[in-house]
């Protein structure tokens, strides 16, 4: 409840929640809020600009910008979400299970996630992508074999402090089952420091995703995704740097959501970050 009671004071972090939650809506909503068939092409009206009936113009094909950038958040934001949620999943299970238990349980997760984290991330989901083909499947299955280790190992240190406090030493001589303790005691703890680690990893995600699609490894089209309108949009973009700037901005705010609202959390839940030297020095002289 403090958490809550300190994001709410912070007026950025609102702002941010409600182009995040706004951004969702819409996407998941997609069909409801989109003017036009977002794949629907029309050679008179290539290039046109910006009109009562297309609020952002044409593009190449004729096709309505708004509507392929309302459709571009399901794959650009909510299906990078979904890879989110199952890698952090997969890296949350086996980091409790690394830091609670220790011993040889966290020596083989732990050399597993270093085999993992030893590649470069970029070069490792370029090489799985190769693999498996281009698409948008494939780079979020890409996605959760790379980002699993990372969650994984962050996770770990997180419940090994908690593991230490004397409420779940004393669970444990009482002889409540671990898996009790776990969900009992440690998951709630370690909950907001996953909610922080899981909100700036979307930004790096939903960056890489519009990366690959701008190369051409991602969504293929007709669909739309904001990272293939840009790739799309390179070859006019001295004559008509509109196209560019729709998809190019929507890119900037939400992930410029994500990583303010990461930042609120952390101060959140450590209000030292957000205090000032002098305030800080006040409280230890009281203290």
Known sequence: MRVVQRLAKDKLAIVSSVVIIGTIIIGLCAPQFAPHDPEEVNMNLRYAGLSWNFLLGNDHLGRCILSRLIYGI????????????????IGAILGLMAGYFKGKTDALIMRICDIMLSFPGYVMTLAIVGILGTGLANILIAFVIMKWAWFARVIRASVMQYAELNYVKFAKVTGISNLR??????VPAACS????????????????????????????????EWGMMLSEARSVMFSKPQLMLAPGLAIMIIVSAFNFLSDALQIALDPKLGASPKKLQTKEVTI
């Open 74 to 89: 399901r794959p650009s934001v909510l299906w990078v979400a979904v890879a989110l949620f199952a890698a952090l999943q």
């Open 193 to 224: 420091d996953i909610a922080v680690i899981a909100s700036s990893a979307m930004c790096s995600m939903i960056l890489q995703m519009s990366g690959f699609s701008f190369l051409g490894l991602g969504i293929q089209a007709p669909h739309a």
């Open 181 to 186: 303790i776990i969900y009992r005691h440690i």
